[in-house]
Every structure is written in structure tokens, then in C-alpha cells.
């Protein structure tokens, strides 16, 4: 046991480090069972993450149960509607602060707690990192919110209600009281954003107790399950069955046929690549693209379809989704039980055939992550072809350009604004480096003036993110971004912009030379001189190899490190 390298000794050392721990603890806690740490983003200011503490509860009986010593580790934790200027800038801080607490204590095992969008995806990377055995909890959705009789969305209809203010339709005392019957439970967001889709995604990796992912967080089954990987977590430390060992390529290539089944968030593409990156393991952005194509869109959740998480649960669930995708599935890869996913799927079945669709109905055929290249985007590029407008997949248009979230804000109305339906709007500065932090902003609105003409969707090209309760013919994760020097720094307003995703291309039609001529423009961010967004900006990759930390790629291990006194 590693934590046998603090509490074994009879010197003067382990004294310390039992001593200081007892507090309660009886003296066998010390003769050499397994240590587990349940690592908990439990904070008030990740509301979706508040409930964490009674979750914790029951990991830590199922611990004990299983002849363990449970003990909450409070981690950074991202609430994704509070921090600016935006919490995907301390993904890899949360991910470096966990895993450094990991390896530093007398740690054994995990159990890793997490659910707001980011939660999730930095406990993973902690936990490649470190290698140690490890299980997730997610901590679960929320109940499906209802306002004058219709169900609410968490996120996709802030946007819904919003409009209907400003088109007098709903009164501003109506709007507000929506507000709590929207965030009607505890849990995270109930649409298929990037909280539902990172825990399963956890789950297609073989990290949660197979058929968890997805209980909504006030279900009393959350609880049985977060008691069950307590217990497991215990068996995992003994059977030395370590993240390294459960992630291989083969399970995040199960997770991107996952990915693209459920309709997921396009957001997984940059966490599942940072933890890939963590553990060592082969993945490129062009595997979401091969892996993905042709596999159907199964599930019918907002913000593309009309159901939320409790309908997807009450349905079947993750497992029944899979279950339909098996032939697309690798058998060989393990979960923390030791057995395959694919051993769970026996049991699956779908319940309700309008939230899960039956393979031989699916709600689109193709519903996979399209990557373009091109001489916008020589590192890559992705569009979710499923949330575009088919008739814009092949588009020429002459290009708006937007240097910064405040340029649109300040431009976009303006009804002088030269744009048409055609135009394409490009918006730069958004990248990891340039905002910093990569922000969802990719799905930049539409100029009022052709929202008036009925316009819905345009091409749009960012170096950004976008939500993943978000939607449109948007081309993001622009790679490498403005800042970073990439070409999309060269474009200038009036070129003409052309997309072809059946020939996966994102291109500006000018001539090579004249590009080259070009001074890159200027974005105008002030580098900071101190603090987390320097080491940042400084180190941070671009998004085709997962925005992590270029020193934090790779595992450091667990070995336990020289004694502090
Ligand atoms: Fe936390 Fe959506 S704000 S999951
Ligand atoms: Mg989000």
C-alpha cells in the first residue's frame, strides 16, 4: 500500500502521520488497509456540484463496507455559470491541482466526484496522470423543470424565453419566475451539454459502475450506485486495476462511437483528447471523424431533439443506446469491474422508442464530428454536421469578421452592418490563448436585420467553442488560432470563405502569396504578467490536441515522494 509509506513505520515519522490523523479513527485504520480518497468538487459555487457532500456520504459507507478507510479531499472545483472568463481556462488547473494532491498524500485509491462540465473531464486527466485506481461518480442530472405546463431545458431555453420577452409574449415577472422552475432540483444541466455528455463518456471509457451515468442526481438510485463504487474502489486498490489499464485506445475509441449515438457535446472532442494525452494513448482529432461516420443518432434529447436526461433514464439509458451500437463496439476493452461494457449490454433495453430510437430508426443516419483542413485551418477544424443546415454544408460566402466577443457585440446590430444570408461570420481572438481560455462563443447570434427576413443559420468560423446546448453550421475549434498565428488571423472582411464538408475542407479563396503578404491582425489581448493565465498562455496547446498544459502531457505516476520532515 502506498499509504503504508506514511502510517507503517514505528518512528518518528509515522507517529506523525497517525497521530494527526486519528481524530476518531480507531488504530486498525492504520495496519495497512487501503486509503481511498473520494475527491469531491462539492462547492456553492457549482451549484450543479452542491449535492456532492451526501454523495460523498454514501461512497465513504460503501468503503468501510468493503474494509476501507474513506476520506473526503476537497478538489478545485468549476461552476460553469459563475467563473469568468470562462471555466474552461482552469480545466488544467483543477486537473494540476488534483493530481499533485493525489500523488503529495496517503492516497491508495479514488473515487472522483464530479458533474458541472468541467468537473468531470479534470478528475479524469488528475487520474491518468497519477495512475492510480480510480472510479467515477457522476453526480447526475437534474428533474425536468416545467413552466406553465411545458418542460424546460436547462440553458438551450434561457435563449427560447428570453426571445419571447423582447417579442412581448412572456412579461419580465413571468421570465423571472421561470428561473425556479427551470432549476427545478439539485444535479447539473438535463439537456445532452457537456455535463450529460462527460459522464458518459466516463462511463464508455470504463470508469463508472457500468449503467450509472445519467441517474438523475436526486434519485435514490445515485446513491446505491455512489455506495456500490465505494465499495469498488476498495477492490480496485487490490486488484491493482489502474486508469492506464482501463483506458486504453480502444476505449476512447468505443467513447467516440458513444459520442456520436448520443448526439454529445462537441466539447468531449478536447476533454477526450487531453486525458488521452494523459495516459499516453494514441487519439488524433481524425479518429472522431473515421470512428464517427456512420454511426446514428439515437437519442432525442434537446438542445437538437425534444427530451431531457430523466426521459433519457426513465428510457433505457446509456447502456440501451450502446446496446443498439454493439456491432460498432470494441468487446475487449475493461470498465472498473473488470468486465467489458459490452458484458452490461445483455440487460439494456429501451423502454421508450421516441427518447431512444431503435437502430433501425435512428433520428439521422450519420451523426458523427466532421474535421476540416484546409488554408483556414491547417491543424484542423470540427463541425457537427447534425446541428448544421444541410444546405449550407457546401457554402461560398464573403467573410464578416468579428476580432473579439466585443466587436460583435458592438457591430452586430448595427443594421449598416454589410452582410447577407451568404456571408459568412468569422470571429477570431476566441482561441485558447487568445480569449484566454477558449470560451463557447463559436455560435455567434445572427445579425437581427436577417433574423427579421427569417434568416436561421449561417456559416460561421471560430476559434472558439460552442456550448453543447448549442446549434448551427458552425465550424469551430479552429486550430491554431489567431493568436497563436494562425491564418485566420489573415482574413480580412470581403474574402471569399468557402466550407465543404462532404470534402472536409475549410478554405479562404486567396491566392497563397497574397495571404502570405498579409500582416496577421493584431488581437489586442494584453498577456498578464502574473499568476495562472500566464503559465497559461504560455503553455497552453491548441485545440486539436486537446487544450491541455504542453508540460502536463504524459503521466508523472504515483511513486511516493521523500518524507516532508
Ligand atoms: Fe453546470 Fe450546465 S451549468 S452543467
Ligand atoms: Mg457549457
Redesign the pocket.
Known amino acids: 500500500m502506498r499509504s503504508a509509506h506514511w502510517y507503517g513505520g514505528a518512528d518518528r515519522n509515522g507517529y506523525i502521520h497517525r497521530a494527526w490523523m486519528r481524530r476518531g479513527l480507531p488504530g486498525h485504520a492504520f495496519d495497512g488497509r487501503p486509503h481511498i480518497a473520494i475527491a469531491n468538487t462539492a462547492s456553492a459555487f ?4 452542491a449535492h456532492l457532500g451526501e454523495v460523498a456520504a454514501s461512497v465513504a459507507n460503501g468503503v468501510y463496507e468493503a474494509g476501507g478507510i474513506p476520506l473526503e479531499l476537497p478538489v478545485l472545483s468549476l ?3 459563475n467563473v469568468r472568463p470562462t471555466a474552461m481556462l482552469w480545466r488544467n488547473l483543477a486537473a494540476m491541482a488534483a493530481e499533485e494532491m493525489f500523488r503529495a498524500n496517503p492516497i491508495d485509491g479514488l473515487v472522483l466526484l464530479g ?3 468541467k468537473t468531470i473531464p479534470s478528475l479524469l486527466m488528475a487520474a491518468a496522470s497519477v495512475d492510480l485506481p480510480a472510479v467515477v461518480v457522476p453526480g447526475g442530472p437534474m428533474l425536468t423543470g416545467t413552466f406553465r405546463g411545458v418542460p424546460l431545458g ?2 438551450t431555453d434561457v435563449w427560447r424565453l428570453s426571445e419571447e420577452v423582447r417579442a412581448g409574449t412572456l412579461s419580465q415577472a413571468q421570465f423571472s419566475a421561470s428561473e425556479s422552475s427551470m432549476i427545478r432540483s439539485r444535479g ?2 438535463n439537456t445532452m ?4 455528455t462527460m459522464a458518459f463518456m466516463a462511463e464508455a471509457l470504463g470508469m463508472t459502475v457500468p449503467g450509472m451515468a445519467g441517474t438523475p442526481a436526486p434519485d435514490s438510485r445515485l446513491l446505491e450506485g455512489a455506495h456500490a463504487s465505494g465499495r469498488l474502489a476498495v477492490e480496485l486498490v487490490a486488484r491493482d486495476r489502474t486508469p492506464s489499464r482501463i483506458m486504453t485506445r480502444a476505449s476512447f475509441l468505443n467513447a467516440v462511437v458513444a459520442l456520436a449515438a448520443i448526439g454529445g457535446s462537441t466539447n468531449a472532442v478536447v476533454h477526450l483528447l487531453a486525458v488521452a494525452g494523459r495516459l499516453g494513448v494514441r487519439l488524433s482529432l481524425d479518429d472522431f471523424d473515421r470512428t464517427g461516420s456512420g454511426v446514428p443518432l439515437l437519442v432525442d434529447l434537446q438542445p437538437a431533439g425534444r427530451h431531457l436526461m430523466e426521459d433519457l433514464h426513465r428510457a433505457g439509458g446509456f447502456l440501451a443506446v450502446l446496446r443498439e451500437v454493439r456491432d460498432l463496439l470494441d468487446p475487449a476493452p475493461i470498465t472498473v469491474t473488470g468486465a467489458p461494457l459490452t458484458e452490461y449490454l445483455d440487460e439494456a433495453a429501451i423502454w421508450d422508442e421516441e427518447v431512444i430510437r431503435p437502430r433501425n430508426r435512428p433520428l439521422l443516419d450519420d451523426a458523427g464530428i466532421a474535421v476540416l483542413r484546409g488554408n483556414l485551418a491547417p491543424d484542423g477544424a470540427v463541425i457537427k454536421p447534425a446541428a448544421a443546415s444541410p444546405s449550407l454544408l457546401r457554402h461560398r460566402g464573403r467573410a464578416v469578421v468579428f476580432d473579439s466577443v466585443e466587436d460583435v457585440r458592438a457591430r452586430l446590430n448595427d443594421p449598416a452592418l454589410d452582410v447577407d444570408e451568404s456571408s459568412v461570420l468569422v470571429l477570431r481572438g476566441c482561441g485558447p490563448r487568445g480569449y484566454p481560455g477558449m470560451p463557447e462563443v463559436a455560435n455567434l447570434p445572427l445579425p437581427p436585420k436577417l433574423l427579421a427576413k427569417g434568416v436561421r443559420d449561417m456559416v460561421r468560423v471560430c476559434d472558439g467553442r460552442m456550448s453543447g ?1 448549442a446549434y448551427g453550421t458552425v465550424v469551430l475549434h479552429v486550430a491554431p488560432e489567431a493568436a497563436a498565428g494562425g491564418p485566420l488571423a489573415l482574413v480580412r472582411e470581403g474574402d471569399p470563405i468557402v466550407l465543404d464538408v462532404e470534402a472536409r475542407r475549410i478554405d479562404v479563396d486567396v491566392p497563397d502569396a497574397e495571404l502570405l503578404a498579409r500582416k496577421p491582425v493584431q488581437q489586442g489581448f494584453a498577456s498578464p504578467v502574473r499568476g495562472w493565465q500566464r503559465l497559461y498562455i504560455d503553455h497552453v496547446t491548441q485545440a486539436d490536441t486537446g487544450c491541455d498544459l504542453d508540460f502536463l502531457i504524459g503521466s508523472s505516476g504515483h511513486a511516493v515522494d521523500r518524507e516532508s520532515h
Open positions: 457549482t451549484p450543479c456540484n461552476g460553469e455559470t458533474g458541472c462540465d436547462c440553458g447539473h444541466c451539454g457537456t455535463a450529460s446546448t
